[in-house]
């Protein structure tokens, strides 16, 4: 985890209500990802960034928007969130195409 | 498209005896394979990983994992299982061609109980 911190670590919500997410690293890595894990799914990526304000959609982006406007910080927002929505998410971040990916502490968000 | 399959949902085993946990993996191309370990309540922690060379790959903890292309599998293994190798274990792939771009597909992990 060092390195990468996301804040908060925990969050309960209400359905409807927008929520932001925040990954900081201090590892001046070029690449940052936000993945949801749930049960016998692992983790699916939800967006990722390449630069600053370049981010590209993952295979579970309907419901999440992301901004990445320094090198350091990727927020994930869910516009208006949703009970299924209810998920640990991870961010995480790596130097290049090929490098390991490097991953937060997570955040557990439950939507009520 | 990219997938990877944990066939085991569990694994159980005595403390000292050898550990395996499964992987097979389908991509187009060719495959970059990590096995990353999560302990509860703690993000995913980086294991060992295969790109290119040689087809056993040694890893932290003791662990190493064996790439074998012919049968799609990269096996994570330990020859003397520790109560603390306890956690949830997963696979993942990523597709080498540029098409493909910079997605990591996990498999679904597969929980290790180590017993006393």
């Known amino acids: 985890d060092a390195g990468i911190t996301q804040s908060p670590r925990h969050k309960v919500t209400e359905t409807g209500t927008p929520v932001t997410l925040r990954c900081h690293q201090t590892?001046?890595?070029?690449?940052m990802y936000w993945y949801r894990q749930d049960p016998g799914h692992g983790l699916r990526l939800i967006h990722y960034?390449?630069?600053?304000?370049?981010?590209d959609k993952g295979e579970v982006s309907d419901g999440y928007s992301v901004s990445r406007s320094k090198t350091e910080d990727f927020l994930l927002t869910l516009e208006s969130a949703t009970s299924s929505q209810t998920s640990v998410y991870f961010c995480?971040?790596?130097?290049?195409?090929?490098?390991?990916?490097?991953f937060g502490p997570g955040t557990r968000l439950l939507v009520l | 498209a990219q997938s990877v399959a944990q066939p085991e949902d569990q694994v159980n085993v005595a403390e000292g005896n050898p550990l395996t946990v499964k992987c097979t993996y389908s991509?187009?191309?060719?495959?970059?394979l990590f096995w990353y370990v999560q302990y509860p309540n703690r993000g995913l922690q980086f294991l060992l990983k295969?790109?290119?060379?040689?087809?056993l790959v040694k890893g932290s903890y003791g662990f190493e994992a064996e790439f074998n292309k012919s049968q799609t599998s990269f096996h994570l293994k330990k020859p003397s299982a520790l109560v603390s190798d306890s956690a949830l274990y997963f696979c993942?792939?990523?597709?080498?061609?540029?098409?493909?771009?910079?997605?990591?597909?996990f498999g679904g992990g597969t929980r290790v109980l180590v017993k006393p």
């Open positions: 995480a971040i790596s130097e290049g195409l090929a490098e390991t990916q490097y």
């Open positions: 590892e001046n890595h070029r690449y």
């Open positions: 960034s390449y630069g600053v304000k370049d981010t």
């Open positions: 991509v187009s191309g060719n495959p970059y």
């Open positions: 295969y790109i290119t060379g040689d087809n």
């Open positions: 993942a792939v990523r597709d080498r061609s540029k098409a493909a771009g910079n997605k990591l597909t």
